[in-house]
């Protein structure tokens, strides 16, 4: 089918196998990226990433998904709870965003339980380690093909 | 792998089909089951489904299931924004537990936001219709399999 | 005109003419049904009824309703506050709901003023004792009549 | 009986008809008011009317009522949601005072959820259009037969 | 001296004598404002009154106090608790005004503890039934000679 | 193009010039006005004015705007803060309403910040002293001829 | 002295033993249930039991205490925080109540720091173990034979 | 008539005349207690003093009141915002207590807005500097003579 | 088995039975005080009593028992609601602690629902009257020698 | 008069003419731009223009303007409802700046009623469209000349 | 230079090396003091050190360093979050406070995060152990010295 | 000892000397800096700085101080209060991090009373002036030192 996916991670999330490996788990985000660039290559899927700490190159990197994605699978970390930006520009780009974390960000503190973005997402996947990535892509996939 | 997997839904979802098809789609919970359990079936998993509108019995399904399945798959419905009796029934018995929405919950009223039950599951899904019970299935597979 | 109503009646309205009768006055729920089906029939009203202090077995009479019932007359008791699944339970069969009290809810504790099923149902009556229920069923006759 | 009731309607009343069809209908106040009082005169009753959009008026009005009524039918509009000093009138007067309103106020945004009035009414009747106010005459009679 | 002041009384304050006697005493406003103007007058002041039940008259009458006044002595019944309009009017004249209230607000409903108008008097006397205007009286005569 | 609008203005600001000139400054309203009304005849468009310390007064200028005016400029003083009759009033009649204030009510006090009527208005302009006039007729008329 | 006392039990208490050890403890309701009616017996009590995770059928048991019971020990798990329809239920019967809890629930999560009981039991007994029943039927009896 | 008053002070009020005299004064607390003696002595009226820092002081002084006074004028300072043990010391021993602050506590900090003792005082007398003490000597005076 | 027992009591408890009879009851503290110490010697158990109005004496009371003292049963009185001095006091000496009341404090005042100190007690007993005290005597000694 | 203004953009105004057309209209940001210069060049005021989605070039635009600016008008976007930072950049820099928005912020979500900024700034517009843009311009430029 | 500071230390403080070792170290507050002291000395600052349990001791130390002190350093321990009377005594004798904490307040619980005595001190010092005490000192020398 | 520190500023602090002198002093940080290296050196004590308005790049320069620095001196400025992804990367990290503010941040506006960095911080130093940073060097070499 050719579809065209932009994997998202926000802040902090370059420093995964590092950061409290009790919460995050201990492998890096490069490590799953590849893993996850291969399972979408073999649904014939292209799968390109972005991962950046500032909220604005966030949103620009939404901005431009609009010219050429399908959808997007974004982990926005700690800007989900607090940036009415981002949540802007999803909602400005009209593409189905499917939101993951890799902790239950509903076991943790109460500031982490509630979500900005998550009202103009296609979705929430959260709590499942590295595989809420592939998941996530999965949602994904599931939607755009059968809409 | 012969793991056997508890499909828990709660109150209102026998409506599906009927209630609301604007929010929850046009498919009734029966057609969504029988699918449900082909797909795990050839993944050599045991789908035994319950759907109770009454918060006492999804309690005693969820007692139950200590004694006979790895997992549970539970849609709580409305249950999902007040019932601490099931919140107690999720960490009294132990079983790692999925939440997944039809609809997301995140997009509609304020009350829907909260979860009581997400602090004590190991992950939430949300948004994706019907698959998110296909992809709830995947997560708690995933998570089975790792552990 | 041949129309059928539920009346449905929540938690402890069983205990009517027992419980504090201050509040609630000294009838019983069976004199007020009694006479409120003779006031039905004399409209060509059938006016079925159940009563129930389990939310699961109120929210399926709602169900039920779907197949037979014009509109229903809900008297929920403690529910109206926290029910979120009768609430859902309304929404989702579209039958116009009247919800009534005997009590002047706002005129008591505070947290008897929120009605969580209020925002899906026609409308409201509250206060006027044993003749809120007879007022609930003109209230909808009135809507039925006029749709 | 010759019993004698005050109808009472509060701010931007005087618009029905005119005023967002959408959520109060198409039928003038004084439509309404012309067959309520065919309604009351049919019960011997006699029915006076006040609209005013002053909050003073109103409460004089109230004022007056102690010395010829038996009772008011209140649409407060607007000032439901925040008038203390229609409160402390009808408190003050010692009438009893049925709270009507055309919409489901419960249905609306947030503010309109919470009358300061209803806690000294007798009781509320919210949600069934022109019938409202019937039905509110209909409460009234009975309390005041009643008693 | 010949200080002149204005004692403004506020909605259903006309009521007084009428209005729940257990909270406000059994006296009229008339009563008490009788015997206050000769109490002034044996003080050299002259006291003239102004009651309404109108918002927009009690800002009128505080404006044109302007004009003539030396202080006022205010007990804006319900008003107290909401009207910033009469609040803007205190600031607005930048006369000395002293808030009364006959019962003890604080010892009633909760909306009654908080005052809009206090923060822009020169002080608040409440609780002491007929002998607050008195000692309100007071209270603003020590601050006039004194300043 | 022969447009009329309403100038309208509510408690308080016939005391522009004298009160809290610190705030408000020291122009009085005529002052303003005349100038507004010679700038909005160099623009071919008829203001008339009208003032008002009553929440009904000004509930009624508003519905009798709808048989003459093409819109609302509208400085509804304190209020703005809490009259949802005036907030009814402005939805009732549908007239597009510009809400100005002359102080920026941002930088004031907490209860300043919320304005019930700017949800029902077509803009809101505040800040800018007597200036805040002149930019509510300009975004009235750019609305105005546009639509 | 020949008393009768109905020991409720409510959601997940039926788990005791096996739930959660390090907070509940390892013992299971019956063997607590089998001590506590040895105690009773030679208190000349009779100590009937039922637990239910159905809050609709601990209602019931309530209503039927009436019949029989001169009071009631009753742990209501997690319905304690949000059930008003239990809170109906004792209020209803006019029983006395003592609420009791295994754990110090002020210990623990928020939520479980309030109770709607409570301000209709007789009082309350929380954070002893096993001993939280014995001391509950103790102070049951201190009230019942002084009363 | 021998009436015997407790003039209670309570923490930082010995520091009058030193402490922010912008906000109190620069009058000592010996300076107003001298001159509201002689004030009380001309009225045949005996005022015993008490100034004491601490709670435990102040709620001892309430008790030992009792035995003697005939009412107390308290100013609390800041235990006014917070002791429910001086709140409940004024309960118990059942005098009337006149609250009086010097300052208009109500144009100061949002914390000093609240009293917890008002609701079981007679009243409430704030923002007069030292004549709030002879005001409060008034009003308790008044009221002992008229009860 | 020689244990030795602290029963301190806070602020206003000197006052049993003078105080609000209707709500404490007629017996004095040294009444109830009496009677617990023969019940306490008959188990072999040391009550040495403490009563205070000061917050500090009570702190330093807890202090000491940690060096003679098993356990201590508490009655906080007021200061069980906002006292955090005595909840660190209750936590640094690490001794058992039955924090008990008279009244059933949650069906009183909203502030009195919430004690700062249960978190960091053994546990709580409320409303049992001068009982409450036996059985928070029991209740430590069931911990006591379980422990 | 030469008077040099900033016109300063924040996140998603860039997608102009391609965001949610139904809320911010179909013109582009470059097209408003380029007339608005015109409309600054015919008053003689150079317009010179900054977008960012970043928060902290946002900041550093605010700064630099220090160095040669008049004014600012800006466009905060999201960052109107969170950044503190750039409500310290605008207070730090001591520029007049006009806050603008083109749609009704308070006719949309809860969060957007709430600005950070507008307390530090001159005065606000909001709701009109690209008017906006130009009504700013005009409020700054009577407020340079003026002062 | 002869500086005189007073070290006042507030409840609980006097259990350190005893209290919760976990969260306050293993050292007496003897231990630190006396280092504290040999600190000054060397800095030729007399430091005199009052430590109290009792709010009411702590005002008077406060108000009696007025006398002698240039400066104080305060660990309120527990009053910290509640006292206003300290608050109002730290205010009302003008002289420069440093607030120290030997833990980190802000990562505890909710209730230790918020500080009334901050507002009117110099500064805060926490979690840096024993030395937060050598840090205040230091403060405020820099403070004194500068000033 | 060779220990290295980063000096870490964040949002509108490359502004001091210019910005709110009253608040901030009229140093700059340039002036700041080279004193406290000095101070740094004279420690055997490295010390880099990095100031940046944005929050991505603070994030990055906190991820780096991961591979050469032993602590972090934190003036977060305006994030202090909102950025949750500052709070994860300190988290992330690991290193000790003393949070410093020039004001003291407690006695402004509410808003920055709160710190969400403060949780996961050594602790924190507000309210000194320029001597906050270098109280913040001695805090942390204490630390490391210690450690």
Known sequence: MGLK?????????????????????????????????????????????????????????IHQARTWANGIIFNAGAYTHYSIALRDAIAGVGLPVVEVHISNVHAREEFRHKSVLAPVCLGVIAGFGRWSYFLGLDALLRHLIKS
């Open 5 to 61: 996916i932009l994997l998202l991670n926000g802040p902090n999330l370059n420093l995964l196998g590092v950061r409290e490996a009790s919460v995050y788990g201990s492998e890096t985000l490069e490590g799953i990226t590849k893993d996850l660039q291969a399972y979408a290559e073999r649904r014939d899927v292209e799968l390109r990433t972005f991962q950046s700490n500032s909220e604005g190159a966030l949103v620009e990197a």
